[in-house]
């Protein structure tokens, strides 16, 4: 499927026409062949499964394909109705900005005033133009100036990421490109990028990719999805798309608000809206409690609130008391009394920087408490990084490596071969089994990351760090069944993670981190239920709990 | 006060200072560089004394080893030997490491002053304002200084990981093996976080030999110019009373 632009060409900010991308050494290309052209003013949300090309479709938007990063590019991509490849990438910067992934990895300025300015320095702008620049960006970013002089190594991962947005918009150009920029965001920082969404109604025309859409979805004009086979596999205004689409999208393993599926279940019992809902609350505000309705419902909802374990097993680890810090760092986390149990699994939710991966790492045993005891035998941790896990020079040797140690007798070679090749098939790595670890997309990482770890029974305690960041709608999916299989299995399981409906999916119960402690500890509906503890900890109800008030609401009545 | 000195000119003489701290071999100007560093520090930059005498303990130890050095071989300090014949601490060779050591410490505490009064931004800037400095090494330095603190974190998080894999916690400092086995990832590390600052920075628009504004570069003042002739001042004083 392709899409013919309306407007004129010249125009269009970004077309793109029968582009392929093929990177060095690959027998296939990345992505492609694509046609498609952005209007101005049009908000584009650009879906597609993991590794499907979508980075590579704005690389070479920007010139960075084939300018920085050596690939071969076929067809015509212009920007601004000229051709990428007339100017180096650093010529663009007038006309796109660029918001990356991972802020972290991009700032290059000493202190957010000069972070926000870089951009335009680089353009010679006049100082006054800059600095107003720079206050519009922080406010409309929800910076408060008196951050403007603080350094931005002693900023949260959140505040970097709104700094790297105000950056963004501080360029003020004709096109506004963010890739995942709400992947390590908590929700309120997530918010605030939807605000920006919101608000920006002139003539800039926005490209967002993004698997966390559920507070976009309704921001965008257009939704675009990149199909497995590198093509446009749909193409439209995204209430259409996710509803006429729904089968196609979900079998893709593309991210779909939850409304999309909340939607589908309303339609197989015949009492869905005229007018296909973005949001939870659109679909519910007009829904009729009919037996039907209620059904549907539930029937959305079944498979999306984890059940506590039918027996409650042994204790698996323990802490009693602790003072928990980082190595090297002063103590973040006092007086914590947490215990996990076999068969369990607890999401571990709070604000950026409130602690949470010093608390599972201290309850996995790898950080000595300051204070405080801990009991039960060590876990395995899969870090937030996941190249941070990495050790075998290919994804094959990765898992081998997880399943034998590096000692492994000659006979058992085979054996392990085939085990490992197994595991690669059911996680979907299977085609990558020769690659470096380091060249697979940010989602395969986490798999990988995820599949060494889980592939032995070492561990009776499994803590897993941001295990959805990154991934499509199938991957989350895979964790989410993954973390099912451990509980079955009896072992226990920490979950760290921004991602509240897959916390309430996966986890019965939540632990909340926030203020230099556990303010609250229960079964994670409840805890998300109650308004005033997640502003507390910064952090906002997910769609999936508005479906579940209105169910209680309806069935008590 | 130092603070608010030009970069550029408080860089400059604190590497004239350094350059005759290497080249007078008197014990009595190094004690009088360390002092005049001590009151700067203490009395104007309103720095804990006791944090001041932590400044020195590693150039301190630094400077026993020249002491024992010269005081063990002193046959192969002839120079050093001949010019401290007079000074008053006992043999020759005795002295000479005296002032060595004292040197040591005298050049750690002008570092010192250098580095804890001012501020690495303003320096870059004014680096590339007033000396033409290249903006994208200058902002290479930016990404460096940043990179150091991500280098720690990523350092703990492996060790971390392969604590794990060993199934007991990291010793809370790392030993030599250890330390050497960071050494290739963190590098892999280093690498790939300086390609996606350097793809960042491009796509900012950084270019090279672009014309470009420096928000906020200090500007050198007639203040910088009192600063640097006292300073000429006195250590010409100095130098010529050793």
Same mark, same amino acid.
């Given at each position: 499927m392709t899409c013919a632009p309306?407007?004129?060409?010249?125009?269009?900010?970004?077309?793109?026409?029968?582009?392929?991308?093929?990177?060095?050494?690959?027998?296939?290309?990345?992505?492609?062949?694509?046609?498609?052209?952005?209007?101005?003013?049009?908000?584009?949300?650009?879906?597609?499964?993991?590794?499907?090309?979508?980075?590579?479709?704005?690389?070479?938007?920007?010139?960075?394909v084939p300018g920085i990063v050596p690939a071969e590019i076929g067809g015509d991509v212009l920007l601004m109705g000229e051709a990428a490849s007339n100017r180096p990438p650093s010529g663009w910067s007038a006309e796109a900005a660029r918001l990356f992934q991972d802020a972290d990895q991009t700032l290059c300025g000493m202190r957010v005033g000069d972070e926000i300015a870089f951009a335009l320095e680089n353009r010679a702008l006049p100082e006054p133009e800059i600095l107003r620049r720079i206050e519009v960006a922080m406010r409309r970013a929800g910076l408060v100036d008196a951050m403007r002089d603080r350094r931005t190594a002693t900023l949260s991962g959140g505040e970097k990421q709104l700094v790297a947005l105000a950056a963004a918009l501080a360029q003020e150009t004709p096109l506004f490109?963010?890739?995942?920029?709400?992947?390590?965001? $908590?929700? =309120?920082?997530? +918010?605030?990028?939807?605000?920006?969404?919101?608000?920006? @109604?002139? #003539?800039? /025309?926005?490209?967002?990719?993004?698997?966390?859409?559920?507070?976009?979805?309704?921001?965008?004009?257009?939704?675009?999805?990149?199909?497995?086979?590198?093509?446009?596999?749909?193409?439209?205004?995204?209430?259409?798309?996710?509803?006429?689409?729904?089968?196609?999208?979900?079998?893709?393993?593309?991210?779909?608000?939850?409304?999309?599926?909340?939607? $589908?279940? =309303?339609?197989? +019992?015949?009492?869905?809206?005229?007018?296909?809902?973005? @949001?939870? #609350?659109? /679909?519910?505000?007009?829904?009729?409690?009919?037996?039907?309705?209620l059904g549907a419902v539930r029937a959305f909802l079944r498979g999306r609130v984890a059940s506590p374990a039918e027996r409650p097993g042994e204790t698996v680890a323990r802490l009693e008391n602790a003072a928990c810090a980082p190595l090297f760092g002063p103590v973040v986390l006092r007086g914590v009394d947490l215990a996990v149990r076999a068969g369990e699994a607890v999401a571990i939710l709070?604000?950026?920087?409130?602690?949470? @991966?010093?608390?599972? /790492?201290?309850?996995?045993?790898?950080l000595r408490l300051k204070s405080g005891r801990r009991h039960g035998a060590l876990g395995g941790v899969a870090f937030q990084n996941p190249e941070t896990q990495f050790i075998g020079g290919s994804v094959i040797e990765e898992i081998r490596q997880s399943l034998n140690g590096k000692h492994i007798r000659t006979k058992d070679r085979n054996a392990a071969a085939d085990a490992a090749q197994q595991i690669l098939a059911h996680?979907?790595?299977?085609?990558?089994?020769?690659?470096?670890?380091?060249?697979?997309?940010?989602?395969?990482?986490?798999?990988?990351?995820?599949?060494?770890?889980?592939?032995?029974?070492?561990?009776?305690?499994?803590v897993l760090d941001e295990p959805t960041a990154g991934l499509d709608a199938a991957g989350a999916r895979m964790v989410a069944e993954a973390v099912d299989g451990f509980r079955a299995a009896r072992r226990a399981v920490a979950v760290v993670t921004h991602d509240l409906d897959f916390a309430l999916?996966?986890?019965?119960?939540?632990?909340?981190?926030?203020?230099?402690?556990?303010?609250?500890?229960?079964?994670?509906?409840?805890?998300?239920?109650?308004?005033?503890?997640?502003?507390?900890?910064?952090?906002?109800?997910?769609?999936v709990m508005q479906a579940l008030s209105w169910l209680e609401r309806h069935t008590q009545c | 006060m130092l603070t608010r000195i030009h970069p550029v000119v408080k860089l400059a003489v604190c590497t004239v200072w350094l350059v005759a701290a290497v080249l007078v071999f008197a014990a009595s100007f190094q004690i009088a560089t360390i002092a005049i560093a001590v009151v700067l520090l203490v009395a104007i930059e309103r720095r804990p004394p006791l944090f001041v005498l932590a400044l020195m303990v590693p150039f301190a130890l630094f400077g026993i080893g020249m002491l024992t050095t010269t005081a063990l071989f002193r046959e192969e300090a002839d120079?050093?030997?001949?010019?401290?014949?007079?000074?008053?601490?006992?043999?020759?060779?005795?002295?000479?490491?005296?002032?060595?050591?004292?040197?040591?410490?005298?050049?750690?505490?002008?570092?010192?002053?250098?580095?804890?009064t001012t501020d690495p931004a303003g320096l870059v800037k004014a680096l590339m304002a007033q000396c033409r400095l290249s903006p994208r090494v200058g902002?290479?330095?930016?990404?460096?200084?940043?990179?150091?603190?991500?280098?720690?974190?990523?350092?703990?998080?492996?060790?971390?990981?392969?604590?794990?894999?060993?199934?007991?916690?990291?010793?809370?400092?790392?030993?030599?093996?250890?330390?050497?086995?960071?050494?290739?990832?963190?590098?892999?590390?280093?690498?790939?976080?300086?390609?996606?600052?350097?793809?960042?920075?491009?796509?900012?628009?950084?270019?090279?030999?672009?014309?470009?504004?420096?928000?906020?570069?200090?500007?050198?003042?007639?203040?910088?110019?009192?600063?640097?002739?006292?300073?000429?001042?006195?250590?010409a004083a100095l130098v010529q009373a050793a």
């Open positions: 309306s407007a004129p060409e010249a125009a269009a900010p970004a077309s793109w026409r029968a582009v392929t991308v093929r990177y060095p050494f690959r027998g296939a290309d990345a992505v492609g062949p694509v046609t498609l052209a952005v209007r101005p003013g049009e908000r584009v949300l650009l879906l597609g499964p993991t590794g499907s090309g979508k980075s590579s479709l704005l690389n070479a938007l920007t010139g960075i490109i963010a890739d995942e920029p709400t992947a390590h965001l $908590a929700p =309120l920082a997530a +918010a605030r990028f939807r605000a920006v969404l919101d608000a920006d @109604t002139g #003539s800039r /025309a926005f490209i967002v990719v993004d698997h966390r859409i559920d507070d976009l979805a309704g921001c965008f004009d257009r939704v675009v999805v990149v199909g497995a086979n590198g093509g446009i596999a749909a193409d439209g205004p995204p209430r259409t798309v996710f509803r006429e689409r729904f089968a196609d999208l979900r079998a893709l393993g593309v991210a779909m608000p939850a409304a999309a599926d909340l939607d $589908a279940c =309303l339609r197989d +019992a015949g009492v869905a809206p005229s007018v296909p809902p973005l @949001t939870v #609350s659109e /679909a519910l505000e007009t829904l009729d409690p009919a037996p039907a309705a709070g604000p950026n920087g409130a602690g949470k @991966t010093t608390l599972t /790492a201290s309850l996995a045993g790898l996680w979907g790595l299977s085609t990558l089994s020769a690659a470096h670890p380091y060249e697979l997309s940010q989602g395969q990482k986490r798999r990988l990351a995820l599949v060494s770890l889980t592939a032995t029974d070492r561990w009776p305690l499994l999916m996966t986890c019965p119960r939540a632990v909340i981190v926030a203020d230099g402690g556990i303010i609250a500890d229960g079964p994670t509906a409840e805890l998300l239920a109650d308004a005033a503890l997640l502003a507390r900890a910064g952090l906002a109800a997910p769609p | 120079f050093a030997l001949r010019v401290a014949a007079e000074a008053p601490f006992g043999s020759a060779a005795v002295s000479a490491g005296v002032v060595l050591f004292l040197r040591a410490i005298a050049c750690g505490m002008v570092s010192a002053v250098f580095v804890l902002y290479a330095l930016f990404s460096a200084m940043l990179l150091v603190p991500d280098l720690a974190a990523e350092a703990q998080q492996i060790r971390l990981a392969r604590a794990m894999r060993s199934s007991r916690p990291p010793r809370r400092v790392p030993g030599p093996f250890e330390t050497a086995s960071l050494v290739v990832p963190l590098l892999a590390f280093a690498i790939r976080r300086a390609g996606r600052a350097a793809i960042s920075m491009e796509t900012r628009g950084l270019a090279q030999g672009a014309p470009r504004t420096i928000l906020g570069a200090p500007v050198p003042s007639r203040r910088d110019a009192v600063f640097a002739a006292s300073a000429m001042l006195l250590l």
